[in-house]
């Protein structure tokens, strides 16, 4: 799936892009409106990086996974290292790291820019000493285990705003004030303000970053294994499983189930929820699937869980918006379909066959891993 993997490099892009500018811009603004006062200043910038953050994982999550920062991306791939659809695989990473560097040196252009700046200039505020490289190592260390304890513990959903308060405090109890990423590192070096740092100070950032990585991916390994904490009771098979949730669990998602466990068999565990669920599978859904041999009449729906997203490798979410849970770790995928809720089986239909059509591409890229393992 080339175009989603695509989508999913853009989120990212487009993520670490508004993070960098959302952190030299109120660097900037701070600078601004409290010269003279480093410690106002730092409380300005760091507020609003924290906040801001948050709000970015939430917006993004759904479709990336909202990582905006390489080390996390690298993390991903050690921590849940799997064939086919679990974690991230590597055409994700060479995807992500280019997508997350350029985005950040691009959101330093777009905030230089807001402030009526010079589009790029080399930051002259040199960050090259021993006491700051053991914050950055610190502070990177303790955002994989944070990041990553939430996800094996059954509570990803608490990321978006535990890592933005864990990112805002870290501004103020490390030396560094918490850089923590590679690729915003590389952006800081393209504006001269407040959050700036110079070109010859970044390699040692980013070398003592990845080293708080490498440290934090060993205590995740350690305080977190994934056979003892894991939640996915239903996983002894090593069974790749798909969660796909709509808002009613009515129509789009049961239809997806349907033709997944009908066409995959028990290659594939199979996961529908909805973020609001009916009382009822939609009749014209029944009768559309029954038309194509798959009797979904012993269905009913059911709320997504956490535990069910925390289960599953793929999370196909269809319409659900922001009332579907982010679970850093987990693949997402959109697939955006009209709600058939309301319609006729006429209508329901065309929503089918797409339905089967998007199952089919889905099964061709993880039935292959799943058949490793069965064989």
Same mark, same amino acid.
């Not at 591409?361 to 993880?366: D, K």
């Given at each position: 799936?080339?175009?989603?993997? @695509?989508?999913?490099?853009?989120?990212? *892009?487009? $993520?670490?892009?508004?993070?960098?500018?959302?952190?030299?811009?109120?660097?900037?603004?701070?600078?601004?409106?409290?010269?003279?006062?480093?410690?106002?200043?730092?409380?300005?910038?760091?507020?609003?990086?924290?906040?801001?953050?948050?709000?970015?994982?939430?917006?993004?999550?759904?479709?990336?996974?909202?990582?905006?920062?390489?080390?996390?991306?690298? %993390?991903?791939?050690?921590?849940?290292?799997?064939?086919?659809?679990?974690? &991230?695989?590597?055409?994700?990473? %060479?995807?992500?790291?280019?997508?997350?560097?350029?985005?950040?040196?691009?959101?330093?252009?777009?905030?230089?820019?807001?402030?009526?700046?010079?589009?790029?200039?080399?930051?002259?505020?040199?960050?090259?000493?021993?006491?700051?490289?053991? $914050?950055?190592?610190?502070?990177?260390?303790?955002?994989?285990?944070?990041?990553?304890?939430?996800?094996?513990?059954?509570?990803?959903?608490?990321?978006?705003?535990?890592?933005?308060?864990?990112?805002?405090?870290?501004?103020?109890?490390?030396?560094?004030?918490?850089?923590?990423?590679?690729?915003?590192?590389?952006?800081?070096? *393209?504006?001269?303000?407040?959050?700036?740092?110079?070109?010859?100070?970044?390699?040692?950032?980013?070398?003592?970053?990845?080293?708080?990585?490498?440290?934090? &991916?060993?205590?995740?390994?350690?305080?977190?294994?994934?056979?003892?904490?894991?939640?996915?009771?239903?996983?002894?098979?090593?069974?790749?499983?798909?969660?796909?949730?709509?808002?009613?669990?009515?129509?789009?998602?049961?239809?997806?189930?349907?033709?997944?466990?009908?066409?995959? $068999?028990?290659?594939?565990?199979?996961?529908?929820?909805?973020?609001?669920?009916?009382?009822?599978?939609?009749?014209?859904?029944?009768?559309?699937? @029954?038309?194509?041999? &798959?009797?979904?009449? @012993?269905?009913?729906?059911?709320?997504?869980?956490?535990?069910?997203?925390?289960?599953?490798?793929?999370?196909?979410?269809?319409?659900?918006?922001?009332?579907?849970?982010?679970?850093?770790?987990?693949?997402?995928?959109?697939?955006?379909?009209?709600?058939?809720?309301?319609?006729?089986?006429?209508?329901?239909?065309?929503?089918?066959?797409?339905?089967?059509?998007?199952?089919?591409?889905?099964?061709?890229?993880? %039935?292959?891993?799943?058949?490793?393992?069965?064989?």
């Amino acid at each position: 799936m080339r175009g989603e993997l @695509a989508r999913r490099a853009f989120a990212e *892009f487009l $993520g670490t892009a508004l993070l960098v500018a959302i952190v030299v811009g109120s660097g900037v603004m701070a600078a601004r409106l409290s010269p003279n006062d480093v410690g106002l200043e730092l409380l300005e910038n760091s507020t609003a990086t924290a906040f801001g953050l948050a709000v970015l994982i939430l917006i993004f999550g759904p479709v990336s996974g909202a990582h905006f920062n390489p080390v996390v991306t690298l %993390a991903d791939r050690v921590l849940n290292r799997h064939d086919g659809a679990r974690g &991230i695989d590597a055409k994700t990473v %060479a995807a992500y790291l280019p997508a997350q560097i350029a985005g950040g040196i691009g959101g330093a252009i777009l905030a230089n820019l807001m402030f009526d700046l010079p589009a790029a200039t080399a930051s002259t505020h040199v960050r090259a000493s021993g006491h700051l490289w053991l $914050g950055e190592t610190v502070a990177t260390a303790g955002l994989v285990l944070l990041i990553f304890s939430l996800v094996r513990t059954g509570r990803a959903a608490l990321a978006a705003p535990a890592v933005g308060a864990y990112i805002g405090a870290a501004y103020w109890f490390t030396s560094s004030t918490s850089f923590a990423n590679p690729a915003v590192t590389i952006a800081r070096a *393209f504006t001269d303000t407040f959050a700036g740092i110079a070109p010859g100070s970044v390699a040692g950032f980013v070398g003592f970053q990845l080293l708080g990585a490498v440290i934090g &991916i060993g205590l995740v390994t350690v305080l977190y294994p994934t056979e003892r904490h894991s939640l996915m009771s239903d996983k002894a098979s090593d069974q790749p499983s798909v969660l796909f949730v709509c808002v009613h669990n009515a129509g789009r998602s049961q239809m997806a189930a349907g033709f997944l466990t009908h066409l995959a $068999g028990d290659r594939v565990v199979v996961r529908s929820a909805g973020s609001a669920p009916a009382d009822a599978v939609n009749p014209a859904v029944l009768e559309a699937m @029954a038309e194509v041999g &798959i009797d979904l009449s @012993a269905e009913a729906p059911k709320v997504l869980t956490d535990e069910a997203a925390l289960a599953s490798d793929v999370i196909i979410t269809m319409g659900c918006g922001d009332t579907c849970p982010v679970f850093p770790g987990k693949r997402y995928l959109d697939w955006p379909l009209p709600d058939p809720a309301g319609q006729g089986v006429a209508a329901v239909r065309p929503i089918r066959d797409e339905i089967e059509r998007l199952v089919q591409g889905l099964i061709e890229e993880i %039935a292959p891993a799943a058949d490793r393992r069965l064989s």
